[in-house]
């Protein structure tokens, strides 16, 4: 089993920045990947910013330049530092981890996700 959780969430106005943390625990031998995506209401699931193994990071184009995902790799955490929100950023937001676990299995987990709200 692994558990993801996430924190950080919360009301903001345009122009504002909140932070996200997300940790995953439990049966984690390594993890090859860990992720934020958001789905608005009314839409699909969307990626946001994705974080590898290596370090690399991937970004949806309507986030570049404003949200930046890091890690700690000895916690199992991944962070997202959103700055210059926009109203349109307003959606929950979920983290995923994407690990090995300690069976060897590969193993993709999502937590429960958190209200962000940008007021105009």
């Known amino acids: 089993q692994v558990q993801v959780v996430e924190s950080g969430g919360g009301l903001v106005q345009a122009g504002g920045s909140l932070r996200l943390s997300c940790a995953a625990s439990?049966?984690?031998?390594?993890?090859?990947?860990m992720g934020w995506y958001r789905q608005a209401p009314g839409k699909q699931r969307e990626l946001v910013a994705t974080?590898?193994?290596?370090?690399?990071?991937n970004y949806a184009d309507s986030v570049k330049g404003r949200f930046t995902i890091s890690r700690d790799t000895a916690k199992y955490t991944v962070y997202l530092q959103m700055s210059s929100l926009k109203p349109e950023d307003t959606a929950v937001y979920y983290c995923?981890?994407?690990?090995?676990?300690?069976?060897?299995?590969?193993?993709?987990?999502w937590g429960q996700g958190t209200q962000v709200t940008v007021s105009s």
């Open positions: 974080i590898s193994s290596s370090g690399s990071t």
């Open positions: 439990g049966s984690i031998f390594s993890i090859n990947a």
């Open positions: 995923n981890a994407h690990v090995l676990t300690l069976l060897r299995t590969v193993m993709s987990s």
